[in-house]
T-cell receptor, first 115, second 110 residues
């Protein structure tokens, strides 16, 4: 089954404790992206990647890191989480535009709480 | 920069037709997406418009006017299960970035 898988789905942590949210897709998509969703603000892009070893900042990259060592994986790293990073996080992937409609496939979301 | 506006909330009656508008300003516009998101779930793809005009897909249609920076999503024969948030999103930087509006919460009442 074609899917984007995120882990963990739920996490409560404390300020300053490094954490990684993993994202994996099995559709051979070049493009992967991370979003956070907060009430009243919608989905905001954190980082995206056009292909292996190619990453770029979205609109809200501060406090986050990513890496793209393999095509299928795109982990989101919070080196020193703070309470303002409490949010619902979505990973998404798609083929590069021009090869399809550009439909983004989303993971189920990871709800992170930083105390 | 980018700016996307859509109404915060709308209410409509089962069986009716509802139109959700979206206006946008962005550089390097490539296309416009509509996604549906039920509470607590991931967004799911509804439509993608690149050219001006209306695209129809079953009960859902989406319209785009590139010159006016305007789109709408039309939902016909509303069902209770259509109660959800509807997200308008535009690609900028020639497709590299996808920017979402805050979403419109649609409530369908019987």
């Amino acid at each position: 089954e074609a899917q984007v898988t995120q882990n963990p789905r739920y996490l409560i942590t404390v300020t300053g404790k490094k954490l990684t949210v993993t994202c994996s897709q099995n559709m051979n998509h070049e493009y992967m992206s991370w979003y956070r969703q907060d009430p009243g603000l919608g989905l905001r892009q954190i980082y995206y990647s056009m292909n292996v070893e190619v990453t770029d900042k979205g609109d809200v990259p501060e406090g986050y890191k990513v890496s793209r060592k393999e095509k299928r994986n795109f982990p989101l790293i919070l080196e020193s989480p703070s309470p303002n990073q409490t949010s619902l996080y979505f990973c998404a992937s798609r083929l590069l535009l021009g090869r399809n409609t550009g439909e983004l496939f989303f993971g189920e979301g990871s709800r992170l709480t930083v105390l | 920069g980018q700016n996307i506006d859509q109404p915060t909330e709308m209410t409509a009656t089962e069986g009716a037709i509802v139109q959700i508008n979206c206006t946008y300003q962005t550089s390097g516009f490539n296309g416009l997406f509509w996604y549906q998101q039920h509470a607590g779930e991931a967004p799911t793809f509804l439509s993608y418009n690149v050219l001006d005009g209306l695209e129809e897909k079953g009960r859902f249609s989406s319209f785009l006017s590139r010159s006016k920076g305007y789109s709408y999503l039309l939902l016909k024969e509303l069902q209770m299960k259509d109660s959800a948030s509807y997200l308008c999103a535009v690609t900028s930087q020639y497709g590299n970035k996808l920017v979402f509006g805050a979403g419109t919460i649609l409530r369908v009442k019987s």
